[in-house]
């Protein structure tokens, strides 16, 4: 890939957005990858170091809550030391451009870091959670609202694994497991609005997992246009409008500086 080429795909994306009237970004782990973030399918991604069957399925917590509970504790660690990239800044600063622009913005988000509210973005839509929250394992408790949790190491715990101390049950992470329905609000909040979308920009992800990934092809289908950043292909870059390769850290915020060219 050329760098000029690069340089006429970044304004061919400014373009396509800052025609549009809502704006949405997809974003998967590769956005937090430059935050020091691990991603989940990269070589030396945490589904290499473990079995997904082992840590992120109602019956692999079933099985060994406690084994769930330090695979979740570590990753709060990790994420705790880790800060918003100029990726995320990026997507912060387009939300307030685009706004000013009397234009809308959201962030729909497979990723339970946190970062894009750390950067400064409001509409975000969590489609898989948030680690820094914490909820009861049985739904009829009245704890099963997520709370906010910033422990990160079971000696925080009164016992550990945590148990609710309204109904004893065990308390969880508030993070969606393989085989578990999506927040229903979440998901339909976010393929309302991909239908509507003018267009996708979509960062930083496989897109292997499903519901989250139909956000771009609805949008797609729907008549809006597709854009991705990712360091190589992904499923999704078959159905892009604009692909450019390349590091989030690098390109979005490039993208961000052209749309406020065309925005003035
Ligand atoms: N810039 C842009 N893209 C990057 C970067 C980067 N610096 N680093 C990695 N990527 C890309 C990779 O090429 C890959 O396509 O990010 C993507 C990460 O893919 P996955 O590891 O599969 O992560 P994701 O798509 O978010 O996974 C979706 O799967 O395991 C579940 O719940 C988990 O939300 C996650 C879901
Ligand atoms: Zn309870």
């Not at 939300?95 to 809308?104: A, M, V």
């Not at 339970?112 to 509210?117: G, P, T, V």
């Not at 009164?158 to 065990?170: I, M, N, V, Y």
Request: hydrophobic content about 40%; aromatic content about 10%.
């Amino acid at each position: 890939m050329q760098s000029d080429d690069l340089k006429d795909l970044i304004l061919e994306a400014a373009k396509i957005i800052a025609r549009a009237k809502l704006v949405l970004s997809f974003t998967g782990a590769g956005i937090s990858a430059e935050s020091g973030i691990p991603t989940f399918r990269d070589s030396g991604g945490l589904w290499e170091k473990y079995r997904v069957e082992d840590v992120a399925t109602p019956e692999a917590f079933m099985r060994n809550p406690k084994f769930v509970w330090e695979f979740y504790l570590e990753r709060k660690k990790k994420i705790k030391e880790a800060n918003p990239n100029p990726a995320h800044y990026a997507l912060a600063d387009l939300e307030r451009i685009l706004r000013e622009s009397g234009k809308s913005f959201y962030i729909i988000t497979q990723n339970i870091d946190n970062l894009h509210r750390e950067a400064g973005n409001k509409n975000i839509i969590e489609l898989h959670g948030n680690i820094w929250y914490t909820k009861c394992s049985n739904s009829f408790c009245e704890k099963s609202r997520p709370f906010y949790d910033p422990r990160t190491s079971p000696e925080e715990y009164e016992d550990f694994p945590p148990r609710c101390s309204s109904c004893g049950s065990l308390l969880r992470p508030h993070v969606v497991w393989f085989g578990e329905p999506l927040p229903e609000d979440a998901i339909n909040e976010s393929f309302r609005l991909a239908s509507l979308a003018d267009v996708v920009i979509v960062v930083g992800t496989s897109g292997a997992v499903f519901p989250a990934a139909y956000v771009p092809y609805i949008t797609r289908e729907h008549g809006g246009k597709v854009i991705e950043v990712n360091i190589r292909t992904s499923s999704l870059t078959s159905i892009s409008d604009v692909f450019l390769m390349g590091r989030a850290g690098e390109i979005l915020p490039r993208i961000v500086e052209e749309v406020k060219r065309a925005l003035k």
